[in-house]
Structures are given as structure tokens and as C-alpha cells.
């Protein structure tokens, strides 16, 4: 069964695309900022030190180089709200599209409060999951404007895959959530050890960092799981559409773990710890891919079997 | 298509001229001549709190090994880079004849009544990409003139425990910024984030009788009231030392502590 094309300029595909990895690169630079220890090295918002261009000196160089690559993510953005109302028919897109420009407007705004505040966590913590947001609304954007979603048929869900892939995705995210509450609250050393946490497989949780903390590897084991079933039912589908996506998610785990006990173990050097933050982003990316493709191209097989009855029937729904 | 893609490249036009405007800010400069205070200043009109004739002195001895100094490489800027060709120097402890430096001195307890505060400035200066004095030290709402030396930007920020947190930029030479902290801490650590090697600290106290301890780690406390007083000593990298202290009118006591490394 075919789906009803839909017409879409494939060079508004390929500024989606183009958002996606300049967002990518942002979330790493922001990463940056706060490996760097660099987040109150402009005191002031939005100019620095009363400039469109201060000197880009020490921790400058990493703040203030966050700014412009968030304003250069802003301008893409905006393009691609603009040109997305001009030429999108799908109401559904054009939302998302404009979903996309509130929330790096308002993106930008949390990254000025954290500033003139002095990173209080709350704010710190929302602004790095605000980020993950949209860059996940960047990647529903970047596959809804792509041939695939255009020209491809449904086949059934025969193995749950839609549900995995869902599950990885939000199993995924939370963990994100936990990791921005890690970072911005100053647990990232809470437990000094790996793979063990003062010598334990069990830490007495004396402190709330080391609860934030321990919560997180767990977490990990959760992501962990989630990605395997995701992989086991694309396996079980044989459908490379999915066992790509998900073996690749796998890999990104595994070097999302060990770059986790490389940022414990090296006393949060700045490029592990770092990296981190933008591996968990390209998981997130590629899981929330993964479940929006599953949700396009495969119907639960009681849908389908309705649909396949309709048609005996012959009614062309 | 056509229509859209057009709409698409005004749209990076506008931003682009919207991001080209803009400006600067002029230095600016509050005129004043604070000096580096690293002791209180005794004033004799305290209301409630008393001041009197006696004082102690003494010296901060340290036994020990001594970590050797390092040479911190300010590549982060060039202009620092450019005032430091060997590196900036770093000390954990800066020991001389077997005196401690940089120790914190004050009366920790024995006082009573309040002490008005003086309002001669106390400058942190930030000059060679460094701060002057390492250990500034200050009553209750004296003013704090914070000045920048160097032809380079920095901010200013200390992260308190009981007074309000800060952070200001001084992006031009000769700017001055003028803070008050009204409540009595001790080792506020003030740093850049712009250059993470510059590290000061700032003590506050409710009363003038405090100091920090010379290179070869003598001090001296002046116009304390006879009474029976509590003095501790406050090196960051070593432990604290409390001792009893007891003066009349009049006396120049004699007060030593040692640390051992």
C-alpha cells in the first residue's frame, strides 16, 4: 500500500538537514561552555561586555562562540519557519516548523536567564533539555520534508518495533533529563569510582549528588536495554530500515558509556566529558528517528488488518 | 517555489542586517585612589563596640616541605601570555625564614558591641592578568573598588556562601567597579572566567581587628580593648589554628602559631 504523496521542495530538506547538524554542533559547543567552566565569562546578555564582538580571549572564546553558533542555529531556524509557511501544505509541519522557532527563541532566552542569574540550576538544567527538544523537533522536521516520508509504503508492525522505538526514545530522553540535572548541580564526581561507586555495586546515598548520580547509571542500563530490544525487533522484522538506525544507536550507546567512565575517571576532562553531551544528543537523534520512521511506515497489524479487510470489502478506505 | 525560496534568502538578509548593528560600550572610570588594605582599620569612634591600647603581633611559622611553585602558561590570552613569557607564577604556600605568608589573622571571638564601619576603599586590583592583593580583607559595607589594570577584559566573580553573588565585566583598562558586602564571611573566593588561573580572596568582619601575615609571616593587631579574645589563623591550604589570647591596656602581647606541613 502506497501513502499520498505530498510535494515538498527538496531543497527545504536539505536546510533542515543543514539546521540538524549546525544544532548538533551547537549542543557540542554549549557542552563546552560548561566543561570549560566557561558559562560566566560574559557577565552580561544579550551583548558581551556591552559588544557584538568582544575580544575572543580565555573563556570568551567558548561563551561568547556559543552566542554566535546559537544565533547562526536562530537565523536557520527562522529561515526555515519562513520558508517552511511559504511552501508546506501540511498544517501539522508548518506547527512544527513554528514549534521549532518558539523554542529556540525561548532557548535563547533561558541561556540569558542562566547568565544574569549565575547558572542557577533550574534554569541550567531546562535550558540543556530545551535544547534536546529541539533538536528532536529539528529532526521531525529535517524526515517529514524527506522522500522517504513522501513516496513510502506501510507495511505491518509484526514485531512491535513501533513500541520499542518509542520506548528507546522516551527511555532516552529521561536519561538526558537526568544527565542535565547531573551536570548542573555538580554531581559529575559525585561517585569518584567506575564501574563501581565507592568500591560497591550499592552506594550509601549520604548526599543527593550521589543519588542524581548512581540514578544516572542506572539509567544508563536502562538505555541500554531499550536500544537492544529496539535492535532484537528490527533484527526479528529483517527490515534494514530499522536494524541500521538501531544498530547505530547501539554503537552510540556503547561509546556513550564508556565515555561516561572516562569523564568520572579523568576528573571531567573537558573533551570526554564534553563528548558526552553530544553523544547523548545523536542518540537521542537517532532513536527519535528511528520511532518517527516506525510510526510512518508500519501499522499495527489490528490497523492493518482492517485496512486489508476494508478492501476486501471493497471499500477504498 | 520560486516565491518561497526568495522568501527564504530575505529572511537571511534581514537577520544578517539586524546582527551587523550594534555597538560598543566607552570605558568607563569612577574616580578614586583606594589603597591595598590588608589590615583593619581601627577607628575610635566604634558605637558599642570599644577599641583600646593593647595589641598583639607575632609571627605564622611553618615546618614542613613546601610544594615548589609552578608556572601556570596564560596561552588563553595573549595579551597575559605576553606579560608572563615564563608563565605566571603559582605558589600552594609562600614561605620565607620560616614564616608563612598570606595568613589570615583576626579576632575570632572575645569582642562585644558593634563597630562602625570605615569608608576608606579597599582595592582588588587586577593587573598583569592576576590579582593585588591575593588576600583582600575588609569591615562590613567598606567599600570594595575593584579595578582593572590590563589592557585585556575581565570579569569579576565571587561566589560567597552568605553575602550576594556577583558578576561584573570590565572590558577596557582603568574601568573601576565599587561593591559593599554587609555581612561578616571569611575566604570568599573571587575568580575570572575569563582566565581561570587568577584566584583571590575576600574576608569581611564585623569589627577592624584582622590582618593578613607579611612574606615572612609576621603581623600585627592593633587598638584592641584589655579583654580575653579568641584569635584564629586561616591559611587555605593548611588547617586552622585558634589560640586564647588575654591583654590589658596598654600591653603589646606577644602571639605566634605554627603549622607544620
Redo the contacts between chains.
Keep these: 500500500m502506497s501513502m499520498q504523496p505530498v510535494a515538498v521542495?527538496p531543497?527545504?530538506h536539505r536546510?533542515s538537514l543543514l539546521t540538524l547538524c549546525a544544532t548538533l554542533a551547537l549542543i557540542f559547543i554549549g557542552g563546552l561552555v560548561t566543561s570549560t567552566?566557561?558559562?560566566?565569562?560574559?557577565?552580561?546578555w544579550p551583548?558581551s561586555?556591552?559588544?557584538?564582538m568582544?575580544?575572543m580571549?580565555?573563556?570568551?572564546?567558548y561563551?561568547h562562540g556559543h552566542r554566535m553558533a546559537a544565533?547562526t542555529v536562530g537565523?536557520l531556524t527562522?529561515?526555515l519557519a519562513?520558508?517552511t509557511t511559504?511552501?508546506e501544505r501540511r498544517k501539522g509541519v508548518r506547527g512544527l516548523a513554528w514549534a521549532a522557532l518558539g523554542a529556540v527563541v525561548a532557548q535563547g532566552l533561558l541561556g540569558g536567564l542562566t547568565v544574569l542569574y549565575?547558572l542557577p540550576p533550574v534554569v541550567s538544567v531546562l535550558h540543556a533539555c530545551l535544547a534536546q527538544t529541539f533538536f528532536c523537533l529539528i529532526v521531525a522536521l529535517a524526515y517529514s520534508t524527506s522522500r522517504e516520508w513522501r513516496t513510502a509504503g506501510v507495511t505491518t508492525d509484526e514485531v512491535g518495533l513501533r513500541g520499542a522505538a518509542l520506548l528507546a526514545a522516551v527511555v532516552v530522553y529521561l536519561q538526558l533529563i537526568l544527565g542535565a540535572v547531573l551536570r548542573h548541580t555538580g554531581a559529575g564526581l559525585a561517585i569518584p569510582d567506575f564501574p563501581l561507586a565507592f568500591g560497591r555495586l550499592w552506594p550509601a546515598f549520604d548526599r543527593p549528588g550521589v543519588a542524581v548520580h548512581f540514578a544516572h547509571r542506572l539509567g544508563a542500563l536502562m538505555v541500554l536495554g531499550a536500544v537492544s530490544w529496539l535492535l532484537g525487533r528490527s533484527w526479528r522484522a529483517a527490515d534494514p530500515r530499522f536494524q541500521r538506525p538501531a544498530g547505530l544507536a547501539l554503537v552510540l550507546v556503547i561509546t556513550q558509556i564508556g565515555l561516561g567512565a572516562s569523564t568520572v575517571l579523568s576528573g571531567k576532562a573537558v573533551l570526554p566529558t564534553t563528548a558526552h553531551v553530544a553523544v547523548g544528543a545523536a542518540l537521542l537523534g537517532t532513536v527519535s528517528f528511528t520511532a518517527l520512521r516506525a510510526f510512518r511506515l508500519l501499522q499495527p497489524p489490528r490497523e492493518a488488518r482492517a485496512v486489508r479487510l476494508a478492501a476486501a470489502l471493497g471499500d477504498p478506505a | 517555489?520560486i516565491?518561497?525560496?526568495f522568501?527564504?534568502l530575505l529572511?537571511?538578509g534581514l537577520?544578517g542586517a539586524g546582527?551587523a548593528c550594534?555597538?560598543?560600550?566607552a570605558p568607563k572610570s569612577e574616580a578614586s585612589a583606594p589603597a591595598a588594605a590588608t589590615t583593619g582599620a581601627v577607628s575610635t569612634a566604634a558605637s558599642g563596640g570599644s577599641t583600646g591600647t593593647a595589641s598583639f603581633s607575632g609571627k605564622v611559622a611553618y615546618e614542613g616541605s613546601v610544594p615548589p611553585v609552578e608556572r601556570v602558561k596564560l596561552n588563553?590570552?595573549?595579551?597575559?601570555a605576553a606579560m608572563h613569557k615564563e608563565g605566571l607564577e603559582r605558589w600552594q604556600l609562600r614561605v620565607k625564614d620560616g614564616g608563612l605568608a598570606d595568613v589570615l589573622v583576626y579576632v575570632k571571638s572575645g569582642l562585644h558591641g558593634t563597630y562602625p564601619s570605615s569608608t576608606d576603599p579597599v582595592l582588588l586590583d587586577q593587573k598583569g592578568c592576576d590579582y593585588w592583593p591575593h588576600m583582600v580583607v575588609k569591615m562590613v559595607g567598606q567599600p570594595l573598588v575593584i579595578r582593572n589594570s590590563d589592557d585585556?577584559?575581565h570579569?569579576i566573580?565571587p561566589r560567597p556562601q552568605v553575602n550576594p553573588?556577583?558578576?561584573?565585566?570590565q572590558?577596557h583598562q582603568g574601568m573601576e567597579s565599587k561593591k559593599t558586602m554587609d555581612k561578616p564571611e571569611i575566604m570568599i573566593p573571587v575568580g575570572?572566567?575569563?582566565?581561570?588561573w587568577m584566584r583571590a580572596f575576600i574576608s569581611v568582619f564585623d569589627h577592624p581587628f584582622f590582618t593578613v601575615t607579611k612574606e615572612d609571616g609576621s603581623f600585627e593587631i592593633k587598638g584592641l580593648p584589655a579583654g580575653e579574645y579568641e584569635v584564629e589563623a586561616y591559611h587555605g591550604k593548611l588547617k586552622t589554628q585558634d589560640l586564647k589570647l588575654t591583654v590589658k591596656d596598654g600591653e603589646a602581647a606577644k602571639l605566634n602559631f605554627s603549622f607544620k606541613g
Design positions: 521542495n531543497w527545504r536546510w567552566g566557561s558559562g560566566l565569562a560574559v557577565p552580561d551583548l561586555y556591552g559588544m557584538l568582544p575580544p580571549v580565555g573563556g570568551v572564546f561563551e544565533a537565523l527562522l529561515v519562513i520558508w511559504a511552501d549565575l | 517555489m516565491r518561497s525560496n522568501l527564504a529572511a537571511i537577520l546582527v550594534g555597538g560598543g560600550e588563553a590570552d595573549p595579551k597575559c585585556t577584559l570579569n566573580h553573588e556577583f558578576n561584573i565585566g572590558p575570572c572566567d575569563v582566565h581561570p
